[in-house]
Each structure stands twice: as structure tokens, then as C-alpha cells.
């Protein structure tokens, strides 16, 4: 393992269309839209692209499918500007970039997804060749996301499962991440992967879906539910370690028993532009520490922090900065 080296992220790969709009409308009702951009979305467009802007001192390499048209050529353009390897990232002719249309109210900063599967649909076991590569991490997003991945396998319950095997056998550490959707389908989908998996990474209402616990009870976390919720993950199978993420901050769990946490930055009234992507920037730093071999609550702490920089921006990536910038993030406004 010591002679590995590097990340290969895989996944949804997409393109966001965010607009800022100033209200949400009533159906049937009009809404302004007041400037609009374009930018990266999916867990490995965003984590790859976030590392990059952070500095990350390893190799990034990306896999999946993009459509041939011109958002797919956009997102091959990117990983060449950013250093990403792209080898395994494949056009197919069969179907076009994934897109999100991303509508955020201005004075919020709330924002509604409107997604076309588009390529990702397609993705599938025989896509992925763990011979290619010497990373050390492989990482997979979004569980939920992915119809083909999420789909049946005989032997290991779901194709992710059993991609996240083949993973392990060659070698690789593991991690996922799932996606929010508003649904019963989380025991169904994220259970079978779980026992093929080193690091999970959760949200805490991704938490409570799959444990089937209620971790939130309006404004306030209910953090003895939610260590509940995370012991429940390792009996399902994670290997190594369960961390989630919330707007107060973040926690770790360890099969060792070993527990930590670390509370978000105090953002200052009028900085945060957009929330979209902040999972994605803390699953970033928590890659790069796990994989520099930092501990637990220096991983965190550049989750968190991470984050705090992503909610700079209104689109998924662009608030992020070099990592000594975004550390310093929580030097000047503090943390929770």
C-alpha cells in the first residue's frame, strides 16, 4: 500500500447550471433570474477539481462517463488545465453530459436541483479497470445517483458493491459518498456497499436515512442518535471509519471506538454565496488528510475548513483556495 500512491475518483460527472434567482416562486408564479454561471457538479468533478485548488501533492485521476458533446469536452478540458488524469474518463456516444440546473435564492443561499442523468446512467462495472491504476484511494459518489451502479448483483447486492470489491482487490483503499435524495431507497442501495468500504462519508440526513434513525429534530442535532446512527454504519460493514458532516460541523467514529469532532467555522453575516458542493469540498480535505496519513481531527479541520472556503462562491468549486487559505479560514473567524 505504501508504494501507492494518489486518488481515483469516480462517479457523477456533471455539469451545473446555477442561476440566482431572487425568490422561490409559487407554482405557477414568476421568478427573476439575477445572473447565472457555470460550474463543476457531481462528488468527483468536485472533490478532484477542490483537491486540485487546494494543492494536493498526489496524483488525481478521474473515471466515468461524459457525453461527446461540448459539456463532456468542457469537463476533459478541465482535468487537462487542472492536472487530473483523465485516461478512464470516457465519451460515450450514447448519451449527453449529465446536467443540474441549480436555482439559489439570493438572500438564502437555498437552492433546488433540477438533474438530467444524462451519461452517468450508463455507468458500469465493466467501466472500471483497477489495473490502470496505482492510486491509493479509490473513491465512488453518488450512491443513489448512479442507476446501473445502484442496480442488483447477485453476489454483492449492488453493482457499486461489487465495483467497490473489485476496488479493494486490486489494492485500493475505499470511500463513498451518497446523495440527499428525498426517498426510502437508502437501506436498499448504500447497505450492500458498506462491508466493501474503508471511509464512509455521510451528511447526517444521509445518516439517519440509511440507519433508519432520526438524528434532526428541527433546528437541533441529536447527537447521541447521530453516534448511534454512525455505530450502526460500522456494524453494517465500513471497515475503518464513519465520519458525517453537518452545518455544525463534523464527527468521526472509528471502529476502534475512537471518537472526535470539530465544529465549523464561524462564517461572519453576508459571506456565504452558496451552499452547493460544501460536502463535496469537506469530503475533499478529509481525502487528502486520510490519505497524507493526518489524524482524524487535522483531517477534519481541513474538512470544515474546506467547506467554509466553498461557501465563498455560488457554484460547487470555485470558492476553494490553496489549503494554507483555507486553513487560515478558521484562524480568523474561529470555530463553532
Known amino acids: 500500500m505504501a508504494s501507492r500512491q494518489g486518488l481515483l475518483a469516480a462517479g457523477n460527472w456533471i455539469i451545473d447550471h446555477v442561476k440566482i434567482i431572487d425568490t422561490w416562486p409559487a407554482q405557477d408564479a414568476l421568478a427573476n433570474v439575477l445572473s447565472e454561471s457555470r460550474g463543476t457538479g457531481g462528488s468527483p468533478y468536485n472533490i478532484l477539481t477542490d483537491l486540485a485548488l487546494m494543492g494536493a501533492q498526489f496524483p488525481l485521476e478521474a473515471a466515468g462517463l461524459v457525453g461527446d458533446d461540448s ?24 448519451a449527453p453530459t449529465s446536467y443540474t440546473d441549480v436555482m439559489t435564492v439570493q ?20 467501466h472500471f479497470d483497477f489495473s490502470r491504476t496505482q492510486a491509493r484511494i479509490f473513491h465512488l459518489g453518488y450512491l443513489l445517483l448512479l442507476d446501473r451502479l445502484d ?15 473489485s476496488a ?9 459518498d451518497v446523495v440527499s435524495e428525498d426517498s426510502d431507497r437508502f437501506p436498499k442501495i448504500v447497505r450492500p456497499a458498506l462491508p466493501h468500504v474503508h471511509l464512509c462519508v455521510m451528511n447526517e440526513f444521509e445518516a439517519g436515512r440509511v440507519t433508519g434513525r432520526n438524528v434532526r429534530h428541527g ?33 468521526s467514529l472509528g471502529r476502534d ?80
Open 71 to 94: 459539456d463532456g469536452h468542457s469537463i476533459l478540458q478541465d482535468c487537462k488545465r487542472l492536472g487530473i488524469n483523465s485516461t478512464q474518463l470516457t465519451c460515450s456516444p450514447s
Open 107 to 126: 438572500s438564502t443561499g437555498r437552492r433546488t436541483f433540477f438533474h438530467a442523468r444524462g451519461a452517468n446512467a450508463l455507468l458500469d462495472a465493466p
Open 151 to 165: 442496480g442488483p448483483s447477485k453476489i454483492h447486492g449492488t453493482v457499486a458493491a461489487e465495483v467497490l470489491a
Open 168 to 176: 479493494q482487490a486490486a489494492g485500493l483503499l475505499t470511500s463513498i
Open 219 to 251: 433546528d437541533q442535532l441529536d447527537r447521541t442518535a447521530l453516534r448511534a446512527a454512525m455505530a450502526d454504519l460500522l456494524d453494517a460493514g465500513v471497515q475503518e471509519r464513519v465520519v458525517v458532516h453537518f452545518p455544525e460541523g463534523a464527527c
Open 257 to 336: 471506538g475512537a471518537w472526535d469532532e470539530h465544529g465549523s467555522v464561524r462564517l461572519p453575516e453576508g459571506y456565504i454565496k452558496g451552499a452547493a458542493g460544501a460536502g463535496d469540498a469537506f469530503t475533499a480535505g478529509m481525502l487528502l488528510g486520510w490519505h497524507e496519513g493526518l489524524t482524524v481531527h487535522e483531517s477534519l479541520r481541513i474538512g470544515v475548513c474546506a467547506a467554509a472556503a466553498n461557501l465563498s462562491d455560488e457554484t460547487c468549486t470555485d470558492g476553494l483556495k490553496p489549503l494554507a487559505d483555507c486553513l487560515a479560514l478558521g484562524e480568523q473567524f474561529g470555530f463553532r
